[in-house]
Each structure stands twice: as structure tokens, then as C-alpha cells.
């Protein structure tokens, strides 16, 4: 394959910089697409310029001076027949200084602004110029570039690719005409050197066709990719576990509650999935509080009934001793043995959960991240199911599915709802299944917006709240800086309440207490020894004590749109009414405004999540150690929604029918050497 390497006329520097931009071929380079554009076809009379407007003009310098107040500046007048404005420069050479004189003839390209002598514009473009210097022909683009690469360097490299034998149509004209999206070819040109008469605007927010149709192309590789992953997944062996009769009909009999139609719906899913021969990869997503973990137990009994294993894993010890409770439970009654691994266990109680697992002797094995090391084996794995999956990286969820084989079944549970356009773009090739109903009973939490001011009405609250014998947390902010600090806070927050509120039980926990304390002040939580449970965001992840309804969370602000909704769903789990307090401090900023706002009307995770996602975007809202998948560049879920349904609807029908045409897309597309493991 032709390398950037091989094209004439790139310097070694150039090179090393392109790599640096993660473009080393033809093909990749021509998928870097301008930010914006700038139009150098026109030139503006000075009398003419708009605030707010960029506009290139060209004039005589009349008048240069550097300046010291308010602080050092370049300050060059010019003027044209039409007037006079000035141009300020805050960073300059001397160099500069020189080529801006006196009587210069200069042509400036910038944005309009209000300065101290009117309209002004700061840092334009400049060069020397003379009466018969021509105007550029066409829009110029602005790439997005690193240090020692210039706007000039890299549009010189995109030129010298720019030619029809690295711009062949992977896709056959029936995929994208009937959308009415140009050829590929037309497209790039189109972007890269835009006519004149172009629509800057139109341009700028992407809203041409030309943007579409890479947009779809790119939305069309990501499907296509998760969908041959899905198929090859579809192909691979894993155990046929056949549906249980026995165990899961004694749960639900021991069961104090009946299964909620939505999570009927989503244990048939499952237990079909179980019984293919293939393995299953799917994503269980329920708001707080839906019943997550007895549909896992449910699952887990199919395995076990058919005499495999199953492995539990959470994020943190809290939630998995809470498991291992709950599961323990349920399941011993029916015979079932089940082994537990933490990083705090002593030695020797470690070596028997690790051999309980490897001989088999234990059916279910429930942990954190201990259990996809090294030396924990199991017999017969046949059902991995991780818990709070977006805690885990992708190389830890595929540890733990190695420990079997033929692979396991895998069952993954999220509270944090995936956004639709999330769900079917870069989780395009897991089953979801859905569970959108709460138990019965529940009654809706109240959600209060308190300034901070009013700190002590609060407090007062809370105090007779827990005399009524209700259990309240107080969650102590987030102190992104310094964890230290964070502690810090919620220690003396922590002993203010016992001096205020003698009269109260008090408890205090946060992550650096060693495991087995911080198990005793839950459990303590639990069985209602405690009124009020001071906290930092350790008890954000599953934490379930139905009788603790008061929630008060500090410095709500500060905390992000998921973070709020599940430390929010902490509450609300009993048949109590509920109410959660945030508490904020002025001033807001616009982004913290707008999620207080959020999470003050909405309580369903998915609406909540989809404003999340509209206020950061997906890279934020991913993280990087969400997937393999590279991030789109191009497409945006929500302006190219429409798109991204065409590209699924279409990608299954293209593998079978058009497998060449398939690999030259992807090759295209994912030429950077993306490697597409993901889940
Ligand atoms: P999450 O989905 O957040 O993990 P949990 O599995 O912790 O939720 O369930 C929350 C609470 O609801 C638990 O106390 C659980 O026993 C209870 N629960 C689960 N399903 C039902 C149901 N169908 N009816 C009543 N209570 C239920
Ligand atoms: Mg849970």
C-alpha cells in the first residue's frame, strides 16, 4: 500500500508530523477535513466590515506604534479608500514590527471586533501585498494541525494526494444515491479546495451533502465493523446451557416480591441466549433500582443447573459483598455454593475461595477485580456477568471471559442508560436488553434545589427526619483536585454532625477506609443501627439500603449529570418517600447550571443520559477505555441520526452481498490500524 512515505515532495519533518496527526497514508490524510474555512476570495471595504464578521481587507499602513498600556501591543492603522481600521497584535517579533510599517501595502484577514478605537481586529492573517496581487479563487480550509506543521505545509501535503487514484468509490452507487449523497470523489474536493460561491455557513456546520456522505461512510465502516465482529462472535462455540426448570422456579417461590413484566421480558431474553451455542454478549441496562441482580441470579441458575459456573464481578467491595449477601441469600437455600474473592481477603481464607473455584466445588464465584488475575481458574466457566460494566476496561472484561472455555456466555449490567444513537452506533454489536419499569411501589423521589446558604435549614431537616426513624445520607463533594482534601472534607463535616447532633448515630465512610470498615458501617446502614450515614462517592455504584430515603448531596455542582442521577437512585428503593437535596453554591456556570436543571425535571436514566451526552459529547461520555472502537470524526449521532439508521439497516445486506466492496470501505476507513476488539 502507497505510504505518505512514497509521495514526492513531503520533507522528513513534514512526515514525522503527519505521523504525529496519526496520518501515514494518502488515504488517511485525505479523511483529515477542515475544521473551518476562511474566505480569501473577496475583499471587504473597510467601511463595509461587520462585528462579528471575518472579512479580508487591504490597505495602506498609515500609522504603527507599539504600545505598553494596558499592556504591550502592536497597533498598525490601515486604511482604504472606504476608511480606517486599526489591527492589534499582542505577540509579535520584530520581524513583524518591520513588515507592517509605514507605507506597506497589506492585505489582513481576521474577525471584526469592538476595540478602544472602534471596530478592530486582533492577530488577523497579514502579507505584503501589491496592487496586481490576484485574490485566492477559492475558499481556503483550516486543518487541524500540530506544533512545527503549518496551515501552509499541510494543505501543500493534501494537494499533492489529492487525485483520483486515492479517491476510488468503495461503496456501488445503489448504497448512497437513493440518499441523495454525492460520490465519494466529488466529495473530498469538495471539502478540501470548496468552490467560491460555496455557502460558508452551510459549509461550516457541516450541512452539505458532501459532509453527509462522509458522514455516512464513516457511520457506514462502524457498522460494518461491529457487524462482521458480531458474526464471527455468532460463529464461535460456547456451552448450550439449557433452561433451567428446577432451580429458578424454587427462587421465585422464596422470592417476597413477583418478577416485574420488564424484567420477565428481559430473563426470557437471557435464558434463550443461554441456550444457543454461540456466546452471548449482552448488555442488561435498568435504571437504578429496576432489579438488576435477581435477573443475574436467574441467569446464573441456568448455568448452574446445567452444571457450569458462573462468575460475578463488581466494581467496588462494597457492591461486591453486597452480592454475595443478596446472591448467598437466594442461593444457598437451593443447594448452591458460592465462593468469594476480594483483594482484602487474608491468605488462607483467599486459597480456599481460590480453590473452591478451580476444583469446582464452588457454582458461583462473586468478587471484584481479582477475579480476572492471573491465578484465579475456574472448572467450567459458562456465564461471566460483570456488574456496573462501564467500570471495567475492555481487556478486563475479556480476562475474566478467557478463564473458560469454550468461552462463556457474558452478561454485562449498566445503570448508566446508553443514549439510543450510543447504543446503535458504538455498541452496535452487543444484544441490549432493556429493563424499563421499576418495581411497584416505589414511590418518585423528590428532587430539591437548596443554595447553599440555606445549609442549616437543611441540616435541621435531616435531624428530624432521622428521629422519625428515617436513614439519610449526606454525600460530601467531589473535590476533583485532591483526594486528600475530598477525605478531608468529609471527616470535618463528619465530626460537626456528631458535635450538632448528639442526639443522632452517626457514620462516615469513604474510599481509603480499609475494606472490612467500610463493610462494617454499611452493614451497620443496613440493619437501620445508623440514622445518618456521612459519605463520599464510594456508595455512588449499586449501594441498596431500601430504608434510607433522605439523600442530601453538597456541592451538587460539581458533580456530572450520571454521578448525580445514580447517587440519586441510592434513595427511593423503599416503600418511603424519597426526597435528595442538592445543594449548590453560586455562582453556577452555564454547564452546571444546565445539569442541575437536568436532574431537577428528569428522573428516567435515559432521558437524563441523552442530555448528558448532548452537553459533553460522546468522547467524554465514553471514555476512552469504554471500547476498541475508534471515535467517530465526522458523523455526529445527534445532526446525523438519520444516517446512522440508514448505515445499520444497511450494513448486514453489504456483507453478504457486496464482501469486496465491504473490505475496500474498511480499509478506507480504518486504515489506521484500529484494531476492533471490543466488549
Ligand atoms: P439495580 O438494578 O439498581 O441493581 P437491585 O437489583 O439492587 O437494583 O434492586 C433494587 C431493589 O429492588 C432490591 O432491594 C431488590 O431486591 C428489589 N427488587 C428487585 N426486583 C423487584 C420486584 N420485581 N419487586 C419488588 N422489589 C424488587
Ligand atoms: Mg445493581
Known sequence: ?????????????????????????????????????????????????????????????????????PRKALIVRLQDASGEVNL???????????????????????????????????????????????????LTPVYPTTAGLTQ???????????????????????????FRLPGFEHSIVTLHSPPPDADLTALENRAIPEWRRLAFDELLAQQLSMRKHYVK????????????????????????????????????????????????QRLLQGD????????????????????????LMAPTEILA????????????????????????????ARQANLDAASSGAAQMVVGTHVLFQENVSFARLGLAIIDEQHRFGVQQRLALRQKGQPEPHQLMMSATPIPRTLSMSYYADLDVSVIDELPPGRTPIITKLVADERRDEVLARVHEACLQG???????????????????????????????????????????????????????????????????????????????????IEHAERFGLSQLHQL????GRGANKSTCILLYQMPLSETARARLKVIFENTDGFVIAQEDLKLRGPGEYLGTRQSGVPMLKIADLERDADLLQVAKDMAGSLLETAPQAVEAHLQRWLSQGAELVKV
Open 88 to 138: 492589534r497584535f499582542l505577540h509579535f517579533y520584530p520581524s513583524q514590527v518591520a513588515s507592517l510599517s509605514v507605507g506597506k501595502q497589506i492585505r489582513a484577514y481576521g474577525e471584526v471586533r469592538h476595540g478602544f478605537f472602534g471596530y478592530e481586529m486582533v492577530h488577523p492573517q497579514c502579507k505584503a501585498v501589491r496592487d496586481d496581487t490576484p485574490v485566492n479563487e477559492q
Open 152 to 178: 501552509f505545509n499541510i494543505r501543500g501535503a493534501i494537494a499533492r494526494v489529492l487525485k483520483p487514484e486515492f479517491l476510488g468509490e468503495t461503496l456501488p452507487e445503489s448504497v448512497y444515491r437513493p
Open 233 to 280: 462472535r455468532r460463529a464461535s462455540d460456547a456451552p448450550m446451557l439449557k433452561p433451567s426448570v428446577r432451580l429458578v422456579n424454587q427462587l421465585l417461590e422464596t422470592l417476597p416480591f413477583k418478577l416485574t413484566a420488564a424484567q420477565q421480558k428481559v430473563v426470557a431474553e437471557i435464558a434463550d441466549d443461554l441456550t444457543q451455542p454461540h456466546p452471548m
Open 321 to 348: 459483598e453486597q452480592h454475595y449477601k443478596k446472591l448467598s441469600h437466594w442461593l444457598e437455600p437451593l443447594g448452591v455454593r458460592i465462593a468469594w474473592l476480594t483483594g482484602s481477603q487474608n491468605k488462607a
Open 288 to 311: 437504578v433500582g429496576s432489579g438488576k441482580t435477581i435477573v443475574a441470579a436467574i441467569a446464573a441458575l441456568q448455568a448452574i443447573e446445567a452444571g457450569w459456573q458462573v462468575a
Open 470 to 552: 428515617r436513614q439519610a445520607y449526606w454525600v460530601c463533594p467531589l473535590i476533583e483536585e485532591s483526594e486528600a482534601l475530598q477525605l478531608q472534607t468529609a471527616q470535618d463535616t463528619y465530626a460537626h454532625m456528631q458535635t450538632t447532633f448528639p442526639d443522632l448515630k452517626i457514620a462516615l465512610v469513604h474510599g481509603r477506609l480499609k475494606p472490612a470498615e467500610k463493610q462494617a458501617v454499611m452493614d451497620a446502614f443496613a440493619r437501620n443501627k445508623i440514622h445518618l450515614l456521612v459519605a463520599t462517592t464510594v456508595i455512588e455504584v449499586g449501594v441498596d439500603v431500601p430504608n434510607a430515603s433522605l439523600m442530601v
Open 1 to 69: 500500500m502507497t505510504t505518505l512515505a512514497d509521495i514526492k515532495g513531503l520533507t522528513k519533518p513534514q512526515l514525522a508530523s503527519l505521523k504525529k496527526l496519526g496520518l501515514t497514508t494518502p488515504q488517511n490524510l485525505l479523511l483529515h477535513l477542515p475544521l473551518r474555512y476562511v474566505d480569501e476570495t473577496r475583499i471587504t471595504s473597510i467601511r463595509d466590515l461587520r462585528l462579528g464578521e471575518s472579512a479580508q481587507i487591504e490597505g495602506e499602513v498609515v500609522h504603527a506604534e507599539v504600545t505598553y498600556k
Open 568 to 571: 440519586r437512585g441510592r434513595v
